[in-house]
């Protein structure tokens, strides 16, 4: 897919640093504002940010779209890089977005009219005002979700690679060496802290390994795990105003992306709105670099149909999205979709993998030691590099079960959502049962494609036998499995230090000395069909 930033239309820009902006509770926010040189009070692109207002942000965001006629206002959200307030993540940009909005609207150059633009912690500050206010005409929203519950607790576990990365980065980011040194030595810091937990550190004291002290945030999170109803995430869920939005919206996204599965959501409730986002999903992860450009062009592209009147630069269908396996884009006319079907894949005796019938057998067992947990090789993590590895090793290992299809005499094409529908018994109450799909290549490699996670608790009720009925949800795909490929499942108990490990008794934050190990037994009879679920498409 080749972009190109057309050239049209350039301006010189001026820049304004450190502009204030009131809150109205008496703290101030600061801002950089990007001027096209000429340009008569045009549109605004706001852009608030917990990363800083220089270097990439700046050039990246503000000069190209102010080169190209749009005024720019590029702001710290609370509590860093100048403004005011105390950082409390996720908390505040609700009012203080608001606020912002009416300071612009108060001002002698704004033009009426405003777009929102920027990926994760800043496409969530987007949703967080976007249903209340009217003159946002236009956002662009990347790898980003209304609400990061789901991806902090990711069916039902805690997503503790991710989060503990996340907030050591935010924490070292206006340190002595700056927001650069911090994104590189994060991932190391909160790799050494994991490692740590292994060695019988807490899980509530990782982020004094990871950052030297306590980490509020960090440690939120742990706190408000058990209830999704609670105060605290009501305050910082905007899901239930996403079908509100009247702002015309595009979407990217990566296969490889912790917030997928929530980006396609707040997508689908555009849809069910009757609204018509645009969405385009690539072979990204979160902090890939290639995403960048793909994305300013997408968002110009976008500003300019929907604030200047000139859709030129829109392609025809709202749905795009690079088939892995394939290495082709393709273009469809909505999500999911259309024509595809769910194919069911049993789980069958000796680890074989197929679409019939599973026929009698005794149940496929393995046990879970949260003392030396399943390890993950690959999967999606908010900083570093998420694309497919090799599993063979993990494969090996005595707690991980793996069936696989026969060679496949063609193509396979699946794209749409992916889930298992497995019946389980376990020896403890609390579990994790880890569901991952594997591309098995004829030289024997076997790529990770996508995976879930589902955290069993009590409130699951076991038949008469013991045995529990689980829907897991997997990462959607849009993925070939070529002619002379298998397909493989995994099933697990752990998926470490991208979850947190299950302890086995229902308490995350005991003591290893009071874990306990599970039995897991995977049942697949005929009248248990344990099978994932895969999205088959006809090649288009």
């Known amino acids: 897919m080749a972009l190109q930033l057309p050239r049209r239309h350039a301006h010189r820009v001026l820049v304004h640093r450190d502009v204030p902006v009131p809150m109205p509770d008496g703290v101030t926010l600061l801002a950089d504002r990007y001027v096209p040189v000429g340009a008569d009070r045009p549109p605004t692109v706001l852009i608030r940010s917990p990363y800083g207002r220089a270097g990439v942000v700046g050039w990246m965001y503000g000069r190209t779209f102010a080169r190209h006629g749009f005024h720019v206002v590029i702001q710290s959200c609370r509590g860093g890089f100048g403004s005011g307030g105390l ?7 609700r009012e203080d977005g608001l606020a912002t909005v009416m300071w612009m609207r108060a001002q002698s150059w704004y033009g009426g009219s405003f777009a929102m633009h920027g990926p994760s912690y800043l496409g969530y500050a987007q949703w967080a005002i976007a249903a209340e206010a009217p003159d946002l005409r236009a956002m662009a929203t990347q790898v980003t979700a209304s609400c990061f519950r789901d991806a902090a607790y990711v069916g039902g576990s805690f997503a503790l690679e991710s989060t503990l990365v996340w907030t050591t980065l935010t924490a070292g980011m206006e340190g002595r060496l700056g927001g650069a040194a911090a994104t590189f030595l994060a991932p190391r810091r909160t790799r050494r802290a994991v490692l740590s937990g292994l060695s019988g550190r807490p899980l509530s004291e990782l982020d004094l390994v ?20 609670s105060a605290y995430w ?16 595009t ?3 990566g296969w490889y992306d912790v917030f997928l599965p929530w980006q396609l959501k707040d997508y689908r409730a555009m849809r069910a709105a009757g609204r018509q986002p645009y969405l385009t999903i690539g072979p990204w992860y979160h902090a890939d670099l290639r995403l960048g450009r793909v994305a300013s062009v997408d968002a110009l592209a976008w500003f300019r149909a929907h604030l200047l009147g000139d859709p030129s630069g829109l392609r025809a269908s709202p749905v795009r999205l690079y088939v892995t396996g394939a290495d082709e884009w393709r273009d469809y006319p909505d999500w999911p979709v259309p024509g595809t079907r769910a194919e069911r894949w049993h789980l069958q005796p000796g680890g074989a993998l197929s679409t019939d019938n599973p026929v009698p057998s005794e149940p496929d067992r393995f046990r879970y030691d949260p003392r030396h947990p399943t390890p993950v090789l690959g999967g999606p993590v908010l900083i570093g590099n998420s694309m497919p590895r090799d599993n063979r090793r993990l494969e090996s290992r005595r707690d991980v079960l793996v069936y ?26 609390h579990a994790d049962v880890v569901v991952r799909v594997c591309d098995v ?13 589902r955290r069993l608790t009590p409130a699951e009720l076991p038949d008469q036998d013991g045995v529990r009925r689980i829907r897991v ?4 795909i849009a993925h070939r499995f070529r002619r002379g490929h298998r397909i493989r499942v995994h099933v697990a108990g752990g998926a470490y230090p991208r979850i947190s490990r299950n302890p086995g008794t229902g308490d995350p934050l005991g003591p290893e000395s009071a874990m306990v190990c599970c039995d897991h037994e995977v049942l697949h009879d005929p009248a248990r069909p344990s099978a994932v679920l895969l999205p088959r498409v006809a090649r288009s």
């Not at 509020?216 to 999704?228: M, N």
């Not at 869920?237 to 079908?243: I, N, Q």
């Not at 060679?407 to 889930?419: K, M, N």
């Open 441 to 453: 290549h004829p030289n024997g490699t076997s790529m990770n494609v996508c995976e879930g996670v």
């Open 251 to 253: 979407m990217t996204g």
């Open 473 to 476: 949800d997997l990462w959607p």
């Open 404 to 429: 696989s299809s026969p060679v496949l005499a063609a193509d396979t094409d699946l794209i749409g959502e992916v889930s298992a529908d497995l019946y389980v018994r376990t020896s403890t109450e």
């Open 234 to 249: 009501r305050k910082r869920d905007f899901s239930a105003s996403v079908g509100e939005v009247t702002a015309e919206v």
């Open 210 to 229: 990871s950052a030297g002290r306590p980490l509020p945030f960090f440690r939120d999170l742990i706190a408000h795990h058990a209830d999704p109803a």
């Open 87 to 93: 950082l409390d993540p996720l908390a505040d940009e």
